[in-house]
């Protein structure tokens, strides 16, 4: 039979064990902020333009949908190249680059991603002048991924 | 065999912008979790995808340990000739897959 106390001691050992939790792989600022170089090769980055549509309470990190769109007309002259998304306490700050072309016909993408814990997601978009531009959207993850054992 | 499940509308008009969705059956095995035996289960992952239409590629991803197990994408594409949309992944051992869904475009 299950008491209160029962409870209490199940709970107390949950926290402990919480508390115990190996510290897990993350990416650092420096990681990130090389992953961000490597795409835009050092140049400006200047935010606007890109739209991140992704719920700002994540229940469950495993899987978070995400819309990410760009003000472009993505003609011949004016398109978005590539679109690159970082998360910066992921294990690795990567998380998906798409490349785009002007038979896209519209700067829209989704996908589903993994997040290791609360923050603030980056996207950032190459359009075909050169230019980078970004957005940020910051989350709350209560359930993150890659904590569950096997 | 991974399946994948891909949504294609059979018909488009010349010049408009159709949603193309894709499921694929992947774990996505990120290689930072660890087994029950203590050692971390190896990374098993989609590096790239495609999509080939009309004799150019015209939608790429790059994926990393962070796209969710079974990836999904959707993205747009102008429908310009009725044929075959062929999309093609591979996995960070060199395994290629493909599968192909036909337009037709009026």
Not at chain 1, 126 to 148: H, M, N, R, Y
Not at chain 2, 26 to 44: A, I, N, Q, S, Y
Not at chain 2, 50 to 55: A, H, L, Q, R
């Amino acid at each position: 039979m299950t008491t209160r106390r029962h409870t209490l001691i199940g709970g107390g050992a949950l926290a402990v064990g919480l508390l115990l939790r190996p510290a897990l792989a993350r990416a650092t600022p420096e990681t990130m902020a090389a992953a961000v170089a490597a795409f835009t090769k050092g140049l400006q980055v200047k935010p606007g333009k890109v739209a991140i549509d992704i719920p700002p309470l994540v229940e469950n990190g495993n899987s978070v949908p995400l819309t990410v769109s760009v003000d472009s007309p993505m003609t011949e002259l004016d398109h978005v190249n590539a679109i690159a998304v970082f998360a910066e306490k992921n294990p690795l700050p990567n998380v998906v680059t798409f490349a785009l072309t002007p038979r896209s016909g519209k700067a829209v993408v989704s996908t589903r991603i993994r997040l290791g814990d609360s923050q603030i997601l980056l996207v950032i978009a190459q359009l075909s002048d050169g230019s980078f531009w970004s957005q940020k959207a910051e989350l709350i993850v209560t359930l993150p991924a890659c904590v569950e054992v096997l | 065999m991974a399946r994948a499940l891909i949504n294609v509308p059979a018909t488009a008009k010349k010049g408009e912008a159709v949603e193309i969705k894709v499921l694929i059956q992947h774990p996505m095995e990120t290689g930072f979790r660890t087994g029950p035996d203590g050692k971390l289960v190896p990374r098993d992952i989609i590096q790239r995808f495609s999509c080939t239409y009309d004799g150019q590629e015209v939608f790429a991803a790059e994926l990393h340990p962070a796209v969710a197990a079974n990836p999904f994408f959707a993205f747009f594409t102008l429908a310009t000739a009725s044929g075959p949309l062929i999309f093609k992944w591979t996995d960070n051992a060199g395994k290629e897959e493909s599968q192909s869904a036909d337009i037709a475009v009026t």
